[in-house]
Nanobody, 129 residues
């Protein structure tokens, strides 16, 4: 089992950048596929990035391509989300999620919320115009 704690959210002006971090507890971090999601009030929780256990496989929806970058440091049990050129519509609570693949350093990616079994508490990102 893994516990996830996000950090790095805050208030930023449009066009600015933020870097979110997600620290995971427990062993075998590289056996977990990781994802970043966001949820705005009254909307569904949508994926913004996903990364495989090895870090070699990544996924972005069209809304994040070219602006967001996901990475992980398996030695530090941490996954990151770099967000550039932020827009007011990026305002949401951002969640980190994990799913155990059973394969250390694997290449599996999870791209939907229902595939993830562990979630952080979320961190608020607010982008002002």
């Amino acid at each position: 089992q893994v516990q996830l704690v996000e950090s790095g959210g805050g208030l930023v002006k449009a066009g600015g950048s933020l870097r979110l971090s997600c620290a995971a507890s427990g062993r075998g971090f590289d056996s977990y596929a990781m994802g970043w999601f966001r949820q705005a009030p009254g909307k569904e929780r949508d994926i913004v990035a996903a990364i495989s256990g090895s870090g070699g496989g990544v996924y972005y929806p069209d809304s994040a391509k070219g602006r967001f970058g996901v990475s992980r440091d398996n030695d530090r049990n941490t996954v990151y989300l770099q967000m550039d050129s932020l827009k007011p519509e990026d305002t949401a609570v951002y969640f980190c999620a994990a799913d155990f693949t059973g394969l250390p350093g694997g290449w599996e990616i999870r791209s939907t919320a229902k595939e993830y079994h562990y979630w952080g508490q979320g961190t608020q990102v607010t982008v002002s115009s």
